[in-house]
Nanobody, 121 residues
Framework: VQLQASGGGSVQAGGSLRLSCAAS????????MGWFRQAPGKEREFVAA????????LYADSVKGRFTISRNNAKNTVNLQVSSLKPEDTAVYYC???????????????WGKGTLVTVSS
């Protein structure tokens, strides 16, 4: 299984990015997908999740109204539109897949390698 995240970069506060995660080696439509992030010196935290069909989404309180998760089961991709970025959003963003448990926990079945988002003030 491979989860390849991309789309990270350096932006100023208030800016936007679109993170993407391409999945392979699994039956994508069977998996709930999530985005997590880890800032320097901090624990990995949940950001957003989307159910197998895309019918349900969940967000961390810190990103509600600013981030939007979506998926395309035909293309085996999950995206995270991140907007109104703040310096505290600076982190490595990871996508992850979970077959059974919903809502998601940090105990995911598969993890990608992450993409770095840096937000300057």
């Amino acid at each position: 299984v491979q989860l390849q995240a991309s789309g990270g970069g350096s932006v100023q506060a208030g800016g936007s990015l679109r993170l993407s995660c391409a999945a392979s080696g699994l039956i994508f439509m069977y998996y709930h997908m999530g985005w997590f992030r880890q800032a320097p010196g901090k624990e990995r935290e949940f950001v957003a999740a989307i159910s197998q069909s895309g019918g349900s989404t969940l967000y961390a309180d810190s990103v509600k109204g600013r981030f939007t998760i979506s998926r395309n089961n035909a293309k085996n991709t999950v995206n995270l539109q991140v907007s109104s970025l703040k310096p505290e959003d600076t982190a490595v963003y990871y996508c992850a897949a979970e077959r059974n448990t919903w809502p998601l926990t940090r105990e995911m079945d598969y993890w990608g390698k992450g993409t770095l988002v840096t937000v300057s003030s």
